[in-house]
């Protein structure tokens, strides 16, 4: 059963992954689309229009499709002042707290996300601009991402909360606990001997 669950947030982490290359891979198209639509109006005083509305579209889909990847490498912002001074148990209890309530948080999101997709869609909704972009297809592909973010949370707090019942902290720790500033000091350092590695290597 534990090999199970590890390898179900292995495939998690490696979809998660995907999406952050696809949603990095939309913020450099919509970038390159306004550089060359500042480009072409500065030459020849032309704008190919929509660039700054597609820009839009690129950043909200790309940042719903990087959430699920934030929260498994425990990349989001956390306050620790007090955390690192508590003890293992009372930290492992506080990291799964705050697992609940983001996935709480996330599914109402996510929920009322859904409504404003099937609107667009029953109301054939379009944006108010020259490209009249059928709203749902943005829409849909920025519900995308929170749904896939809800999963991961259903993933991570199912394993957590094995963990927690069995008493192992730790376990906890390492799916939902904050990253320590002596953590990630070691990771950066890790990161370092490995680049000096490549570079002699190279």
Known sequence: MQTQQASGLTYAHRISRWGVWGGGILTLLSAGLVCFDVIVRKLFSISIGGADELS?????ISTTWSLALVVLERANVRVDVFY???????????????????????TLLTRY???V???????????????????????????????WMVVVLAL??????????????????????????QEEA?????????????DRSS
């Open 84 to 106: 690192q001074h508590f003890s293992v148990r009372l930290a492992a209890m506080l990291d799964w707290l705050s697992l609940v309530a983001l996935a709480v948080f996330l």
């Open 56 to 60: 839009g579209y690129a950043f909200a």
């Open 113 to 115: 996300a859904y409504e």
């Open 186 to 198: 070691q990771e950066e350092a890790n990161a370092g001997k490995r680049r000096v590695m490549e």
């Open 117 to 147: 997709v099937a609107t667009s869609w029953m109301q054939s909704s379009t944006a108010n601009t020259p490209l009249a972009t059928p709203l749902w297809l943005p829409q849909g592909l920025w519900l995308i991402g929170l749904v």
């Open 156 to 181: 991570m707090l199912e394993r957590a909360s094995r963990a927690l019942v069995t008493g192992n902290y730790q376990m906890v720790n390492q799916i939902a606990g904050a990253r320590l500033s």
